[in-house]
């Protein structure tokens, strides 16, 4: 008898032991679907991982305001900068960058600016026009002279947006966009001229009028002007 109650027991014992465990791997499952996922890799990079990211950004467009290097430091790691090259990054050159990196901005720009004209010169205008390319003035007066044409063509030419009081005359504009839109009005507010007269098809060229005694002269869609 003492024996079957012993044994009874074992099994007891062992019973709620299996119930425990079960109840536990129970509970585990379901907080283990619960727990979220790790978000699917992007097929894009992130521009952060990029080894370019960590480094101080060059200046682009105008000169530093802070600290710069005086023309005497401005000498590279290895070699020397020819005179125009000393030209160029005079006043350019941030305290503790490598004025090598400042020139080579330049270079790129004017790198940008033969590539595109090579193509097409009113597209290599028109990114200069609308300040697409950095520092375009001073890299192609000192670093590549033999864009100057680009350069000239230029400074005829006003980019897409608001112009006050230009010049009477007839501007074409570098683009073959068919949303390009523009309107003339006088001091007063009154409309003076306005374009398309017609819708524009692809290819067309764009030119538009702007009658003398404009005061503000406004489009969309349209890049840049140049005289026509």
Known sequence: MYR???AAAVLLAAALTL????????????????KPKPPAASSVPDPADSPAAS???????????GPVLPDAKLTPKTGTFK?????????????????????????ESC???????????????????????PAAKDAITILCPEQKPILDAAAKGFPDGTRKSPAAGSYR?????????????SKDGSVLSAGPEAPLKA????VAKIPA???????????????A
Request: proline residues 7%; aromatic residues 4%; charged residues 25%.
């Open 55 to 65: 480094a101080p950004a060059a200046p682009a467009e105008a000169k530093p305001t």
């Open 111 to 133: 790198q940008r600016v033969e590539r595109t004209a090579k193509r097409d010169k009113d597209a290599a205008t028109g990114s200069v026009i609308a300040g697409e390319i």
């Open 203 to 206: 290819g067309d060229k764009i």
């Open 173 to 185: 504009a570098l683009t073959q966009s068919t949303t390009c839109t523009w309107e003339s009005r």
């Open 19 to 34: 119930t425990a465990c079960g109840s536990g791997g129970d509970k585990a499952e379901p907080a283990a679907a619960a």
């Open 213 to 227: 005694g404009t005061a503000e002269f406004t489009s969309t869609g349209c890049y840049a002007w140049v005289p």
């Open 4 to 6: 079957r109650s012993a």
């Open 83 to 107: 005179p125009n090259e000393k030209q160029y990054l005079s006043g350019r050159v941030p305290e503790k960058m490598d004025p090598a990196a400042v020139l080579q901005n330049g270079q």
